[in-house]
């Protein structure tokens, strides 16, 4: 069974970094073809994909957070980290983290509960 | 990037009713659209991938068609547990877009 739990602050400073882990379990990120990824919600708003890391290292991102966004993995933990720069309060939103199985590309098929972060001085 | 716009952006329906969206991308992404289904304060469940295959243990009241730029979902016979707001997302290309959603309520 394929389980994927978000963590990290629930409230951050603008200008400040976030960090936030995704540590998951029923998979590893060494296999091939798989994949996990960031995306996030605002409150009330539609979903916006954010970062993807794939098996072999591959990462990718949304060319509109790019410069802002750091996604790395630990496969001995069994966990992806997103960081993510000079935060805003229009960051405020969820984040999720979700899982991918069909090589590059693919839809997400587990996701986790997600993480609110208020972005707020 | 390609937009992905769909439609309505909410719908009212009674139980036992048929219900339609689409979702319309800005350029050609062949099949690789996928379907979720989103409940208050939950996450995504993925109903539907390569526009028109049910994931293991969605019921098949659900189903999707489409190809190229155009696609539908469709909940033949609308259930309670229905009500919630659905997302489509296409992963032809990066970036990976989502529709902007299409909140289901009851009538």
């Known amino acids: 069974q394929i389980t994927l739990k978000e963590s990290g602050p629930t409230l951050v400073k603008p200008t400040q970094t976030l960090t936030l882990t995704c540590t998951f379990s029923?998979?590893?990120?060494?296999?091939?073809?798989?994949?996990v990824g960031w995306i996030r919600q605002p409150p009330g708003k539609a979903l916006e994909w954010l970062a993807l890391?794939?098996?072999?290292?591959?990462?990718r991102y949304s060319p509109s957070l790019k410069s802002r966004l750091t996604i790395t993995k630990d496969t001995s933990k069994n966990q992806v980290v997103l960081t993510m720069t000079n935060m805003d309060p229009v960051d405020t939103a969820t984040y999720y983290c979700?899982?991918?199985?069909?090589?590059?590309?693919?839809?997400?098929?587990?996701w986790g509960q997600g993480t609110m972060v208020t972005v707020s001085s | 990037a390609i937009r992905i716009t769909q439609s309505p952006s909410s719908l009212s329906a009674s139980t036992g009713d048929r219900v339609t969206i689409t979702c319309r991308a800005s350029?050609?992404?062949?099949?690789?659209l996928a379907w979720y289904q989103q409940k208050p304060g939950k996450a995504p469940k993925l109903l539907i991938y390569?526009?028109?295959t049910l994931q293991s243990g969605v019921p098949s009241r659900f189903s999707g068609s489409g190809s190229g730029t155009d696609f539908t979902l469709t909940i033949s016979c609308l259930q309670s547990e229905d009500f919630a707001t659905y997302y489509c997302?296409?992963?032809?290309?990066?970036?990976?877009?989502f529709g902007g959603g299409t909140k289901v309520e009851i009538k």
């Open positions: 979700a899982h991918s199985s069909g090589s590059y590309l693919d839809a997400f098929d587990i």
């Open positions: 029923g998979f590893s990120l060494s296999t091939s073809g798989v994949g």
């Open positions: 890391i794939y098996w072999d290292d591959d990462k």
């Open positions: 350029q050609g992404i062949s099949s690789y």
């Open positions: 390569a526009a028109s």
């Open positions: 997302q296409q992963y032809n290309s990066y970036p990976l877009t």
